[in-house]
């Protein structure tokens, strides 16, 4: 079920929407290995009846897994929406789509969302990746001056 709210109960008052949203109902078709998201994003939002328009404010949490592009390690860091933010204009030329008076947040969500998803993850700042074996951290150096000088030493028969 998506994230919605009846546009007529913020008429009098503002409105308060707390809860959990399957991670499905995002929609958010990650084709990136290297970022799972969890079962569930977790929200606390205030709406409010501006003139013309409705303003959400709040925080979305969203636990996800990540494998550092680095190492390869896995690695759990929350996704925080802190002071997350939708302005839905009412009227106008760029009115939302109000359906059975229900406005739905999933769409804003899902993008905010795939905007703050980091595109290389790295389980530190400083990750030095994968560590190399002793016997390749040293690259060998061909005796021969040249790839003409080694070919001089083929036999060919005519």
Known sequence: MPLTFNIHHVEKKDLHLEGELPTGEL?????DDMVRP????TYDLEVQRLEGSALVQGQVHLPVEYTCVRC???FKRPLDLNNW?????????????VS?????????????????????????VECRGLKMPARLKEPE??????????????????
């Open 85 to 97: 933010t939708v302005h839905l204009p009412l009227t106008g030329e760029d009115a939302i789509d």
């Open 38 to 41: 969890g079962p569930v994003v």
């Open 27 to 31: 929609d958010l078709d990650l084709h």
């Open 72 to 74: 390869l390690k896995k």
């Open 100 to 124: 059975n008076d229900l406005v739905n947040l999933t769409p804003y969500l899902r993008e905010d969302t795939l905007l703050a998803l980091p595109q290389h993850p790295l389980c530190e």
């Open 141 to 158: 150096v061909l005796k021969t001056t040249s790839a003409w000088a080694e070919l001089d030493k083929l036999k060919l028969k005519n």
